[in-house]
């Protein structure tokens, strides 16, 4: 079965920094986009930053400039740089692993960020 493992969540100021970090288990890693969601109390989970099985990376607008997604195949690891938090940057942190060509779609069971102001 295949399992997404966040990490690097907690509490932090405004204006700090955090990292966090998706390991992949049983899966061809590199033929997957992954991407970053946040779902704050109440709210819709939404997309943050993808980075596409050919590298290209995408991220929301709220988060361009401050926050950085990577990828290690290798590893089978992805990675989220956040740079100067803000306190709407707070909710749970997922790692979403998903393919087109064949229909799989994963998910992490999510990491609390919370930033206080």
């Known amino acids: 079965q295949v399992q997404l493992v966040e990490s690097g969540g907690g509490l932090v100021q405004a204006g700090g920094s955090l990292r966090l970090s998706c390991a992949a288990s049983r899966i061809f890693f590199g033929m997957y986009d992954v991407g970053w969601y946040r779902q704050a109390p109440g709210a819709q989970r939404l997309l943050v930053a993808v980075i596409t099985s050919s590298g290209r990376t995408n991220y929301a607008d709220s988060v361009k400039g401050r926050f950085t997604i990577s990828r290690d195949n290798a590893e089978k690891m992805v990675y989220l740089q956040m740079n100067s938090l803000k306190p709407e940057d707070t909710a749970v942190y997922y790692c979403?692993?998903?393919?087109?060509?064949?229909?799989?779609?994963?998910w992490g069971q999510g990491t609390q960020v919370t930033v206080s102001s």
């Open positions: 979403n692993a998903k393919s087109d060509a064949t229909m799989e779609n994963y």
